[in-house]
């Protein structure tokens, strides 16, 4: 877990008004337990989870794509070449929704956009320090033109189909009902 207690409030903040603002059919969905709390996006989130990524192509048109994933200090960062069609994508239009869904059991939604991390960056050396330990090497070595993005949303949503039952397979303690 990288995230401060602030990043953990600010994340929860993100996280109420987005389902307060959401539609009813979603709320009708994920409503009371089955609503993921910040401090369960952390604990659940570690290690490397597949994300889909959505962007825009130049003539408007949807694409999505899967990507590695980490969560860290409560948002998403994620990788691929620069010469992929996604990269272009997010240079020219860094608007962007990020799903993880983990079968029934949980899922998270998210729209926003990315910044592309660069050497300087506040963010940069923890978190190419992260994904070098947990691939046993820089992602920075697996091609000539390795992208690391930020993702930062406007709108998310965290959702457990059985929470109690996903909890206790995770080993993580449960929040109070």
């Not at 996280?15 to 709320?27: C, K, M, N, Y």
């Not at 597949?50 to 998403?76: C, K, M, N, Q, Y």
């Not at 993005?149 to 995770?170: N, S, T, V």
Request: proline fraction near 3%; hydrophobic fraction near 40%.
């Amino acid at each position: 877990m990288y995230e401060s207690d602030a990043e953990v409030e600010a994340l929860q903040q993100l996280l109420d008004a987005s389902h307060a603002g959401s539609t009813e059919h979603l709320r009708s969905i994920i409503g009371g337990r089955r609503v993921l709390a910040a401090s369960d996006l952390v604990a659940l989130l570690t290690g490397m989870r597949v994300l889909s990524v959505a962007t825009v192509t130049a003539s408007g048109e949807p694409r999505i794509s899967a990507v590695d994933g980490h969560f860290l200090h409560g948002t998403w960062s994620f990788s691929t070449s620069g010469t992929a069609a996604k990269a272009r994508h997010l240079r020219d239009r860094p608007a962007a929704s990020v799903a993880h869904v983990d079968n029934e059991q949980l899922a998270v939604f998210s729209h926003g956009h990315v910044e592309e991390l660069a050497q300087g960056d506040g963010d940069f050396d923890e978190t190419l320090a992260h994904w070098t330990q947990h691939y046993g090497g820089s992602p920075l070595e697996w091609g000539d033109d390795i992208r690391i993005y930020r993702y930062r949303p406007h709108w998310m949503i965290g959702y457990a189909w059985k929470y109690d039952e996903l909890m206790a397979e995770r080993g993580l303690t449960p929040r109070p009902q």
